[in-house]
């Protein structure tokens, strides 16, 4: 990722010019399906180190926001901006090599397929003629069901199929399968769907250690007990705007859990929340719009 | 990847026994199922069964629906279906009939089949992929206008390929090598072929993914596209090259050539194995699923009954085995 760094000086001191530059941002992003507008006019910034919760009720926008993120979707207006630098035709393929991983659920496993064969689904390793190498492929599986999945049952093998899997190890072949690429951004989508509470309380930790790696992560979740305990802002989506973009120090709980309700009634806050939150000046993108010209 | 390397893995990918069993459960099943069969032939009518002749037959016009059942098992692990290929087996040959007439060059004439075919498996991808149609409903629409094609350009006759005898690559295409029909060895190495595709390369890694999970492919970036047309054209130039073998074989072309080939290639896919749902299905499966029907195409006229019999019997056998594995598919998915 070879970003022109902004100014020369910085480069003795070195992290406080990086450490200021967001990991990811999205300017003015805009989406419609078949005339329907889903995304509106949205910008969302995650610095590095840092877990930015999505909240938002079924139809806010979150799936359709994550998919533009990860090359699934491209917006009709706005852009994505990766380390200062606006990824133009973002693509699926693009997003995993700029180090933006998802982390989708059982969603997109498959099932039939054995373990190994998932862990290096869309890009496995193969020589010049696209011949497969398998041997490497499940020596790595069979690392990292040891390693970092947890998988400690002789039963499980690179070989079994993901069929045969409980929720919980569906998750963890998920995860790692994100972690296993040397990922800068982590999106998780939804991940505590469907996980019981031990699950659940191991993905959280999980999630704690993308902030100490430094690395990003983008957590989507309708659960906003999961979201506050380990975001450092929580961004509201509501009919495809951002309503709102909490820092969790400067808001409490129940204080959130007040405003969601406010605005899942009202879709919009007071003039006096605005206030308090730290809304994403719409100035930056005019500003380096302006700078460039 | 640093996370990978740190030590030798407890969990040792010691496969036992079960595990292989349980991964190659639908292989080692229709493997029991081909020597049952086969015993029940030999049982019903030794004459036939034991003696050489019959499987001299059996490698000389088996091969010739095996062939396109390889590429299209893939189609079908894809979660795609190609039904056009009866035609384009014709429309191959009606390629090589004007180009080997035109030039007097069998190899010319040969090349020139197998680009037609894999023009016609490209439209087939094109359609299929860009206009968004079903491809059951594409390749029933292909499989008319391929057929029309091939008898506005032949004016609905036939050709007889007597002279091609003297090409060297007749020998090759369908001479004897071993005292076997080489229609036979090239049904080996495109099994072969087909299964290292299929196995070990992207394109079956793909493949399998599409048929599996096409929401899963589309997340995690695999080229659906371009992966489904290379299916198609794959299975439009088998079908050339197949049709081409069996005109070779009987010296002759007619239009209808590959009508009669479409009820046996499907039903040696699905006998085989291969899910109708996609996302799983094997190569040994086909080879030996095409035997299978092979083996009762024969079976029922040396066990007594009247062709008329054959296409009642291949819808049975298809329905039959689609049956079995979708029940057994779900009752070992939970």
Known sequence: MAEPRPPVGASAAGEPATARQPRLELRHISKSFGGVRVLHDVSLRVMPGEVVGLLGDNGAGKSTLIKIVTGVHQPEE????????????????????LGIETVF?????????????????????SNRLGLLRTGEMRKVTTDLMGESMGFTSAALTPDTNVVGLSGGERQGLAIVRALHFEADVIILDEPTMGLSLKETEKLLKFVEGIRAAGKSAIF????IFHVYSVADRIVVLDRGRVAGDFPTSRYSLEELMGIMREVASSGRFTEAERYRMDIIPPADGAEAAGAEA | ????TIRPSAVVARQSLSA??????????????????????IVLAPGTFLSGNIYAAFATTTPFFALVALPLTMVIISGDIDLSFPSIMSLGVV???????????????????????GLAGLFNGLVVTFVGIPSLVVTIGTQFLFQGLTLVLVNGRSFALVDTRTSPLYEILVGRALGIPMQFWW??????????????????????????????AQLMGIPIRRTRITLFVLTGLMAAFAGLLNALQIFNFYPALGSGYLLPTLAAVFVGGTSVFGGRGSVWGTFLGAFMIGGITAGIVAVGLTDYYTGLIYGAVILISVSIHAVLQRRFAR
């Open chain 2, 187 to 216: 049904l080996v190495v495109a099994s072969v072929a087909t299964w290292v595709l299929l196995n070990r390369h992207r394109l079956g890694q793909n493949a399998y993914v599409i048929g599996d999970n096409r929401q899963a």
């Open chain 2, 95 to 117: 390629g090589f009939v004007s180009v080997w007439k035109a030039t007097g060059s069998v190899e010319v004439g040969f090349v020139w089949a197998l680009v037609v075919g």
């Open chain 1, 220 to 223: 989507i979740d309708h659960n």
């Open chain 2, 20 to 41: 292989w069993a349980a991964s190659f459960a639908s292989q080692i099943g229709i493997t029991i199922a081909f020597l049952l069969l086969w015993l029940v032939f």
């Open chain 2, 1 to 4: 990847m640093t996370e990978t």
């Open chain 1, 78 to 97: 706005g852009e994505v901006v990766f380390e200062g630098e606006v990824v133009a035709n973002l693509d699926v393929p693009t997003a995993r090599s």
């Open chain 1, 105 to 125: 659920q059982e969603r997109a496993l498959a099932d039939q397929l054995p373990l190994w064969r998932n862990i290096f689904m869309g890009r496995p390793l």
